[in-house]
């Protein structure tokens, strides 16, 4: 993972290299394909174990931009904090960890 640490805590933006950012955004934008067709796939009345199974992989392929995602932020971001004392940012990757298990 290609990450510049993440900024103060007053801006709270993250720095990731170009190819991070490059990979992510293909990665969005095929999802993005994909639910254009899930759209479609509706409209067309398709059989609706295959508009399933469809969703699924649009919500598998949206999983792994989170994990890139987490992993850059776990690397950088939480590990920056750690080191300047500021233990809380622990908690605060525990509530996300939570969000992403609910799905």
């Given amino acids: 993972m290609d990450h510049v640490a993440c900024s103060d805590e007053q801006v709270r933006k993250s720095h990731h290299s170009d190819n991070v950012k490059k990979n992510l955004v293909t990665r969005l934008n095929r999802i993005e394909g994909q639910i254009r067709g899930i759209k479609g796939l509706i409209e067309r009345d ?24 987490l992993e850059g932020h776990m690397k950088t ?17 525990m509530v996300t960890i939570q969000k992403l298990m609910k799905k």
Avoid: H, P, W
């Fill in 46 to 69: 398709t059989y609706c174990d295959d508009v399933i199974t469809q969703i699924s992989a649009t919500q598998s392929a949206l999983n792994s931009v989170a994990k890139i995602l």
């Fill in 77 to 93: 971001c939480v590990l920056d904090r750690i080191q300047e004392g500021d233990t809380e940012v622990l908690d605060e990757v």
